[in-house]
Antibody, heavy 115, light 107 residues
Framework: QVQLVQSGGEVKKPGASVKVSCKASGYTFVSYGISWVRQAPGQGLEWMGWISPYDDNTNYGQKFQGRVTMTTDTSTTAYMELRSLRSDDTAVYYC?????????WGQGTLVTVSS | DIQMTQSPSTLSASVGDRVSITCRATQSISSWLAWYQQKPGKAPKLLIY???SLESGVPSRFSGRGSGTEFTLTISSLQPDDFATYYC?????????FGQGTKVEIK
């Protein structure tokens, strides 16, 4: 079965960077994009961007351009790095399979940004 | 960006009720719309894609309709497991955007 297993929660100071990993299994990794969606506490869902594991093509939301980098490696793991963290980046970050609609989600990684 | 607006924001209903949630887009998105259900502390679950296609394993009491700018998610007979928050999402134009959510509460 399809599984996306994310790395554990992180606490970061403002200005720092965070890198969240997402280990995929149960399907052919290069056949589906990996997207990242975040959810601030008590808030709605926000799409950040996606990467194609097939050719590393990426599409980032303009809000995150210049601050986010999405990568994959041959171990079927996807990564999302967010730099210059601010307090309003505090959120649960989800990796999801697909680049348009999302049928498989990771369990989420809570990133807390606090001084 | 395409803005997605859901109504109502909160819906109080009883088990067995037929409930509908509306999602409106600020411009036509054809049928490129998905619906998700989210329970507290859990990842969202895909219910509907391409406006009306039921995701595998989702009960048939869930249905979606609409095209262009107006869409509806209907639960034909609300079950105890359905009390949750529902989100629509457009995937017609980048950046993909979600509605603000509709919380379905027990009346």
């Amino acid at each position: 079965q399809v599984q996306l297993v994310q790395s554990g929660g992180e606490v970061k100071k403002p200005g720092a960077s965070v890198k969240v990993s997402c280990k995929a299994s149960g399907y052919t990794f290069v056949s589906y994009g990996i997207s990242w969606v975040r959810q601030a506490p008590g808030q709605g869902l926000e799409w950040m961007g996606w990467i194609s594991p097939y050719d590393d093509n990426t599409n980032y939301g303009q809000k995150f351009q210049g601050r986010v980098t999405m990568t994959t490696d041959t171990s079927t793991t996807a990564y999302m790095e967010l730099r210059s963290l601010r307090s309003d980046d505090t959120a649960v970050y989800y990796c999801v399979r697909g680049h348009s609609y999302f049928g498989h989600w990771g369990q989420g990684t809570l990133v807390t940004v606090s001084s | 960006d395409i803005q997605m607006t859901q109504s109502p924001s909160t819906l109080s209903a009883s088990v067995g009720d037929r409930v509908s949630i509306t999602c409106r887009a600020t411009q036509s998105i054809s049928s490129w719309l998905a619906w998700y259900q989210q329970k507290p502390g859990k990842a969202p679950k895909l219910l509907i894609y391409k406006a009306s296609s039921l995701e595998s394993g989702v009960p048939s009491r869930f249905s979606g309709r609409g095209s262009g700018t107006e869409f509806t998610l209907t639960i034909s007979s609300l079950q105890p497991d359905d009390f949750a928050t529902y989100y629509c999402q457009q995937y017609d134009g980048y950046p993909w955007t979600f509605g603000q959510g509709t919380k379905v509460e027990i009346k």
